[in-house]
């Protein structure tokens, strides 16, 4: 079971990185977009998220990552490391989803998640970076 603090972090986060995917999407394969598709699709992604927010340990793998390669856990590297295991597993998950979702099992949506996977893992991982210490100061002033 996840702390209030994990929760209210992955709620936050979830928002900064939900967003840059959506927009990146959208920028990369329509192009434009109207408020109300965007907003849908942005409630998507973060149900999605969420979702596998709870279900995969990414803070136990990124831990476990780190102790393997002597990595001090409040270090900037600790940091990035966490954000580059989340990022892989979240965009992975929300990105293959989403396409399914929108086109089906189609070999068209195989070739267009393929043109955007690599861009959304690193727009996913600039936004967890950038933006992790801000979901960490929220999540702390909501802990109790």
């Not at 936004?127 to 702390?140: E, H, V």
């Amino acid at each position: 079971m996840k702390s209030k603090f994990d929760l209210i972090f992955n709620l936050v986060q979830n928002v900064f990185v939900g967003l840059a995917i959506t927009l990146t999407v959208t920028l990369m394969t329509t192009g434009f977009t109207t408020v109300s598709d965007f907003f849908i699709a942005f409630l998507k992604a973060y149900i999605i998220n969420f979702v596998a927010c709870l279900l995969v340990p990414t803070s136990l793998i990124a831990t476990k990552i780190g102790e393997k390669f002597k990595i001090r856990k409040d270090s900037i590297r600790m940091s990035a490391l966490h954000a580059l295991v989340c990022d892989f597993f979240y965009v992975t998950i929300i990105s293959v989803v989403m396409f399914i979702w929108n086109l089906g099992f189609t070999s068209i949506a195989f070739h267009v998640w393929m043109s955007v996977y690599l861009p959304l893992l690193l727009v996913g991982f600039i936004a967890g970076f950038l933006m992790g210490p801000i979901s960490m100061k929220i999540a702390m002033l909501c802990k109790d």
